[in-house]
């Protein structure tokens, strides 16, 4: 029969977690080579850092046998929470709660080395982890919520883990019969509180950086709007939740003699320009519609569950906006005027269809002297059915 010293668990425990720190420490150093949120990478690489210290001091003035004391222990987990809540908080915590944090640290760092018995010591990290990983929890649950990213929604998950082993740690302790229980506890939960974080905060930077080239794929940088693609994919997404018979409009823009402006006051004019429609582009829409730059200095809004003449009277708020609209270039006043074409569907909701309709219509308001907002005769036409046959039912539900 082979027998099993049960000391080889807690070393193979330590080099597990010393090999799994020094790795995501070299992932950490490798993204501080490059642009991806540079302050917050160098706050969690020193929470590492300091934690792998930890781990290889812990392992080896324990050896392999159990010990009394954990005043390393004791040292190191103070650290790490301090260093920790600088990486979570990033700034958005107030001065005292940074102060409070800090000389908390620095007291259960020097009461360490002071408390005598196991239990003491025990008892004591645990309470400090109990008050500073709840002061922790909650900028880290408040960035999770806020940032719609799976990966600091497991940081706060790794955190919430430590708050309970905390509570488990001083119900067990309190009682002194098992007082080695308690530290196995503390020392699973740092164990994994360390992986999850170290999962965590890497998969979150590379699901930033998805989004980030997702919204490069679909966004024109200038304006912040949404471009061809990302008005593709959005009308994808949006019809399939919609009704039948469901209006849709669509308004396609055009700035008025804007390759004068270019050409008279030079490309930054013209950018501004561009920025400052959008603006009054985006103040004058709801969640639900698109708006879209489709190209040079033409854009389109996708109207949802809005009718012709609903169309028409939002274009004409935003034609007068931007009328009055003075743009200010180099200590200039440049103004712009805009022309309008609008169509709207109801039945067959195919977005060339609708997009080839408003321009027709764009086209025609173009034709007109320009600064003006012009009706799709289709899509009048059909609104002028539509209120036909609701007044034929009205008029039979009389009858």
Known sequence: MVEIDLNVYPIALFTLMVVVVISIIVVLFHLQNSNVLTARVKSFTLYFMCGLIGWVLSGLTKGSQPTVSISVDVVFYSLTAYLLFLAIAQGRAPKAVHVAMLLSSLCITLSGWMLETFVQQIIMVSVF?????????????????????????MIAFAIAMSLIAAVAQIAIAAQGAQPFLAFAVGLVNSSARYLLIGIGFISSLLIREHHLLESLALRDPLTNTLNRRGLINKWLSSIPSLRAGTPISAISIDIDYFKKINDSMGHDAGDSVLKSISEVLQRNRREEDIVCRFGGEEFVIILFNVEAKQAARLAEIIRKNVENLAIEVSEQSVRATISAGISTREHKLDIDDLLKEADEALYTAKSAGRNCVHLNPKAAQEQTQESSQQSSLLSGSAI
């Open 129 to 153: 982890g109990l008050i500073s990983y709840a002061i922790i929890a909650y900028y880290a649950f408040d960035k999770a919520k806020n940032s719609n990213n799976l990966g600091e929604s």
